[in-house]
């Protein structure tokens, strides 16, 4: 249902690889409350990804850039802004990788050129975008800023691995940059953490299907979808979050409030007879 929530809004969408991606589904989403946007992901992924086709839904200008680069993401900043005529109103970063997690590499046994590459892709790329942004001035002043997180930033997940070191870090840059991008431009900087989707990022994680059972299971709401997080994002770009900044808010289903639940004890406990048995 459309609500044009973003009527006349203009931003820039880091991330959307495929159907499958939240940053495509939060994109879709984007244009059907009335916004318009810039596409933007490394070469690599648009070689293998599905992205024109969104531009081409969305009628969007896809422009490349490696998001660790400051002067690829200065491209994407000024490109953009030639495009709208101006200045823009939200950016999302959904960019993560890792490959000691491609690679099942154990915590205790990651190799530390994989890991530096996790930290700078999955989170100081955030704090590149928002510095070459202010920097630009490239902002509308109550504009909105968010990055795709994880609980596991804050609790410990079997398999996460470095990612979860990079959570952390991205979290802890939407509070520093959210301070003082609120405090002298009224820009909102936030993190969603989503619940365990199916992805093609998350399909890349050791046990993922045992995980989505187990947070179905544990979740009141049971899990959010990659469509919910698409809605819910819509809301915080939009003029109805104006006074939300610097939070990391769980969109998991009451998942990160859970001790157990009665659906997750019940199952526990049949496994428990069946290895006494």
Not at 12 to 29: C, E, P, Q, V
Not at 54 to 66: F, K, N, R, T, Y
Not at 140 to 166: C, E, F, H, K, P
């Amino acid at each position: 249902m459309n609500h044009h929530l973003l009527e006349g809004k203009k931003g820039i969408i880091f991330g959307a690889l495929d159907s499958k991606s939240i940053a495509w589904k939060i994109a879709a989403r984007a244009h059907e409350e009335g916004a318009v946007f810039t596409l933007s992901n490394t070469p690599v992924a648009l070689r293998f990804g599905e992205i024109n086709r969104l531009a081409e839904e969305c009628h969007a200008e896809v422009i490349p850039a490696d998001a660790t680069s400051v002067p690829d993401l200065e491209h994407v900043f000024r490109r953009s802004m030639e495009i709208f005529g101006g200045k823009i109103d939200f950016v999302l970063h959904s960019i993560g990788m890792s490959m000691n997690v491609r690679k099942q590499r154990d915590y205790d046994d990651v190799d530390y050129d994989y890991f530096h590459k996790t930290i700078d892709i999955s989170a100081i790329s955030f704090h590149k975008m928002l510095q070459v942004a202010k920097k630009l001035d490239a902002i509308n002043n109550w504009g909105s800023v968010l990055a795709l997180s994880y609980i596991a930033a804050q609790r410990t997940l079997v398999g996460y691995n470095d990612m979860a070191d990079a959570k952390a870090l991205l979290e802890s840059i939407a509070r520093s940059f959210g301070y003082i991008y609120g405090r002298e431009k009224q820009i909102r900087i936030n993190t969603i953490s989503q619940s365990p989707t199916r992805t093609t990022a998350g399909s890349g994680i050791k046990g993922i299907e045992g995980l989505l059972d187990f947070t179905e299971r544990m979740s009141p709401l049971g899990n959010a979808t990659a469509d919910e997080c698409a809605d819910f994002s819509i809301v915080l770009f939009s003029d109805l979050a104006r006074k939300v900044t610097m939070q990391n808010i769980y969109h998991d289903g009451g998942f990160s409030s859970m001790a157990m639940s009665q659906k997750a004890m019940i199952q526990y406990n049949k496994c428990l007879e069946e290895t006494d048995n």
